[in-house]
């Protein structure tokens, strides 16, 4: 070949390679886009509960003493008025016994007035106006003889003493009979003090019945504080009881979600231990306080079906609560909203070869997905993560749809909830 011949080829080579790398550096960069799609869309808010029955209370003692026997272990079912601890009272029954003593003198004293002591008052009232009688005659005959003369003036005044006598003799029984009568004195007395003992008998078999700790209402024992032997004293918790009644769920959310939580939505429950028993629970009540400290509102959770078995106290689960559904709508990635603005919501779709800007109108949102309300057409390309500015040239790689997306990424993060993470 001759030197012409390869020079000419030499360049027609860089000729090429020239034109191939212009082509090259000005080429439309490529960026990934996804269809605006129609698909279902469910919005969930995901996070921990608790089991717990609607009463629960701590038993105690009212009294300090010793405990003779616990009665129940964990775990067991009893009936309202059932014994559960039982304190020493050898003490109590003798402060009864002495009580119920005193009960019975006061009693007896009352009695012996309303009888004996009555009829012995009446008796000396009786004796007490015969003498007044006499010495009242008496009297008569010596003022009559002092008159004639035959008794002295001294003997008048011995007969009118012994005549004041005999009248004060005769008010003492008169007061004493008056006292022994029903609306008396010392009736009266008496009876305070009948009052007084049985009340003090009353006070003593109470405290004696108190030394018998008792279930409230049905109940299962939840957790035994006590053992025989030890002193207890009142104010401390001896037994915790959950009262019979239906289990709920109780759950701190964030209070961003409280916007998103409305009694019956319903729920779906999944405990750690028994991962393949899911069940179903439906929001009951939502607190009208927010706890200050962490920023949380409590909220309630109640089950339509019989729990699961494997419910205990205090376990801990994980819900997913539905908070809102659509059958169908056209959603894209969040991750293709352009703009920190939700009002002013824009995206960035590929038309002819070059980026376009579109403002949208947003609905339901999700962490994955958001529900375009005006603005797209199911189809259109919607660019996706970095790419160029709009107006510039652009060749669009497609991605799987946003449906499809949104449902992967759901049933991932169904596998491993979160506390307080919304969806």
Do not use: H
Not at 92 to 102: G, N, T, V
Not at 303 to 310: E, I, M, V, Y
């Amino acid at each position: 070949m001759s030197r012409r011949t390869l020079l000419i080829i030499a360049a027609l080579c860089a000729v090429a390679v020239a034109a191939l790398a212009g082509w090259w550096l000005t080429r439309a960069p490529v960026a990934p886009v996804v269809g605006a799609a129609m698909a279902p869309l469910v919005r969930t808010l995901q996070f921990s509960a608790r089991v717990a029955t609607a009463s629960r209370v701590d038993v105690g003692s009212t009294l300090t003493g010793r405990v003779l026997q616990v009665a129940v272990a964990e775990g067991a079912q009893v009936k309202a008025g059932d014994v559960l601890v039982r304190l020493e009272s050898a003490e109590l029954r003798a402060a009864l016994a002495q009580a119920q003593a005193s009960e019975r003198q006061a009693a007896a004293r009352l009695a012996g007035l309303r009888s004996t002591g009555r009829s012995t008052a009446q008796a000396g009232v009786a004796q007490a106006e015969s003498v007044r009688l006499a010495a009242q005659s008496d009297l008569q005959r010596t003022q009559d003889l002092v008159a004639r003369g035959f008794l002295s003036q001294a003997r008048l005044d011995e007969v009118q003493r012994a005549l004041a006598v005999a009248l004060a003799q005769l008010a003492s029984a008169r007061a004493q009979s008056a006292a022994n009568a029903e609306p008396g004195t010392d009736v009266a007395q008496a009876q305070a003090q009948l009052a007084l003992a049985n009340a003090a008998a009353q006070a003593a078999a109470a405290r004696l019945g108190e030394a018998l700790v008792t279930a409230p209402a049905d109940a299962r024992v939840l957790a035994r504080m006590v053992e025989p032997g030890q002193i207890v004293q009142p104010g401390r918790a001896l037994l915790s009881l959950a009262l019979a009644g239906p289990l709920q769920l109780v759950a701190q959310v964030d209070e961003r979600f409280l916007e998103q939580l409305q009694p019956g939505q319903p729920a779906s429950v999944l405990a750690d231990a028994y991962p393949t028993q899911r069940f179903l629970a439906r929001v009951s009540t939502i607190a009208p306080l927010v706890d200050a400290q962490r920023g949380a509102v409590e909220v309630k959770f109640s089950l339509p079906q019989a729990p699961p078995a494997f419910l205990r106290e205090d376990m801990t689960l994980s819900l997913e609560v539905e908070t809102a559904r659509r059958a169908q709508a056209l959603v894209v990635p969040v991750d293709a909203l352009r703009g920190d603005d939700p009002a002013a919501a824009a995206v960035w779709l590929a038309r002819d070869g070059r980026v376009e800007l579109r403002k949208v109108r947003l609905g339901l949102r999700t962490l994955e997905s958001v529900e375009v309300l005006e603005g797209l057409a199911a189809g259109d390309a919607v660019l996706v993560g970095p790419s160029p500015a709009p107006g510039k040239r652009v060749r669009a790689d497609l991605q799987a749809p946003a449906a499809v997306r949104a449902r992967g990424t759901k049933e991932a993060a169904g596998a491993a909830m979160t506390n307080a993470m919304g969806r």
